[in-house]
């Protein structure tokens, strides 16, 4: 993974099953600049490469932070963090990346499930200094394992509901989104289930929305397989066919062409590629609604074309 070296500065309890890490350049200089809704690869001393949404503030450069919950079913990334004393520890961190930008809308509304408040915290932050009207919606399960509480009602106030799923009931999300004006967005992150119950009333209610998954990808090597595809390389001039069961990411390494990847399994978006021509199958978790609709951009270890061809970028 290329990126920066950067030292893990301070390890902090943020709640239950959840640690925050800052990470900060060795001699302290300032660090390449971001917008709320962005993120980082982190690569983990066991050469595992995990990506965490940056939860500080951008205007304090000198640091990067994150948190990172404890996930039992996870693959390993969370347990080390947890595991490990990483205070003091150097590790590259990829260059920042964001697929969930906050975009200009007349209303905002966030809604969090667990550790998918990491993103919206920034957004959070950036919007108590604008006049414009917003709200959040904070769950969890359990009020001892929802991290940044207090820092969230010192900055929305009662324009943030923490709602315990644990004691309270889960929040009318058709009330919610209903409410919202023509010119509204939502902004979700969360488990796939949360996303999938926003999506669907904000497309019943023709709200716009934006999206982010986080933990386990749902997407595998696996789901790459499908139907044949041609791929012509434009920039590399050559053209190649993936077969049902070969990945375009190594379609385009058989037709001797280079292209970085890490996860390969379609959560970390290292092999984000461009498509000059064709309609990309998308399936990986990193690209946001609106930029699969765009088709400009895919992840070539797990997506396919909804036709026989794409031309890429490459
Ligand atoms: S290599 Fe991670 S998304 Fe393709």
Redesign the pocket.
């Given at each position: 993974m290329t990126g920066l070296p950067l030292r893990v500065t301070r390890a902090s309890w943020e709640a239950e099953g959840v640690i925050g890490l800052r990470l900060a350049a060795k001699d302290a200089s300032p660090l390449p600049s971001w917008e709320p809704g962005a993120h980082i690869d982190v690569r983990l001393p066991s050469g595992l490469s995990r990506q965490y949404s940056l939860c500080g503030d951008p205007r304090e450069r000198r640091h990067y932070d994150i948190a990172v919950r404890l996930e039992d079913a996870g693959r390993g990334g969370s347990a080390e963090i947890h595991g490990s004393a990483l205070v003091g520890r150097d590790l590259t961190v990829s260059y920042v990346r964001n697929h969930f930008p906050l975009t200009e809308a007349d209303e905002y509304l966030l809604i969090g499930g667990g550790i998918g408040i990491t993103p919206l915290v920034p957004m959070i932050r950036a919007l108590a200094e604008r006049e414009v009207p917003w709200s959040a919606v904070y769950c969890g399960r359990g009020a001892e394992t929802m991290a940044f509480r207090d820092e969230l009602a010192a900055l929305g106030g009662q324009r943030i509901r923490c709602v315990d799923t644990a004691r309270e009931t889960r929040p009318d999300l058709k009330g919610l989104i209903g409410r919202l004006g023509p010119g509204a967005a939502v902004y979700c992150c969360g488990p796939n289930s949360l996303l999938d119950a926003v999506s669907e009333v904000c497309e019943a209610a023709g709200v716009r929305y934006e999206t982010e998954h986080f933990g386990a990808a749902t997407a595998s090597a696996d789901a790459a397989a499908g139907d044949e595809v041609e791929l012509e390389l434009r920039r590399s001039g050559v053209s190649v066919v993936a077969g049902p069961e070969t990945t375009l990411?190594q379609a385009i390494r058989d037709a001797g062409v280079e292209i970085e990847?890490?996860?390969?399994?379609?959560?970390?978006?290292?092999?984000e590629t461009g498509v000059l021509e064709g309609v990309p199958d998308h399936r990986?978790v990193?690209l946001s609604k609106t930029e699969r609709a765009a088709g400009r951009t895919f992840?070539p270890?797990?997506s396919r074309a909804c036709g026989r061809k794409l031309v890429l970028d490459l």
């Open positions: 990411l990847s890490d996860c390969e399994e379609g959560y970390c978006g290292t092999c990986d990193v992840m270890c797990v």
